[in-house]
């Protein structure tokens, strides 16, 4: 497991955090999210590759800072 701490300075709210928490368990069902849309931090223990769920928070829309 690898656990990513990233920063997506566009999530702004709970819905936010809903699309990415679905994009990461597209690629890692079991994976584990904490997100704060207070200080934009995303914090992901998952197994699968730090490009491939870089990728796909890109890809459902938000921008990711590592």
Same mark, same amino acid.
């Given at each position: ?8 300075? #566009? ?6 955090? @809903? *699309?990415? !928490?679905? %994009? $990461?368990?597209?690629? #890692? ?6 997100? @704060? *849309?207070? !200080?934009? %931090? $995303? ?24």
């Amino acid at each position: 497991m690898t656990t990513l701490n990233l920063t997506v300075p #566009d999530m702004a709210c709970g819905a936010c955090v @809903d *699309t990415i !928490t679905q %994009a $990461v368990k597209s690629l #890692d069902a079991d994976a584990a999210i904490a997100a @704060d *849309t207070k !200080t934009k %931090a $995303v914090n992901i223990t998952t197994s699968a590759d730090a490009n491939t769920v870089t990728q796909a928070i890109t890809d459902a829309g938000y921008t990711v800072n590592a």
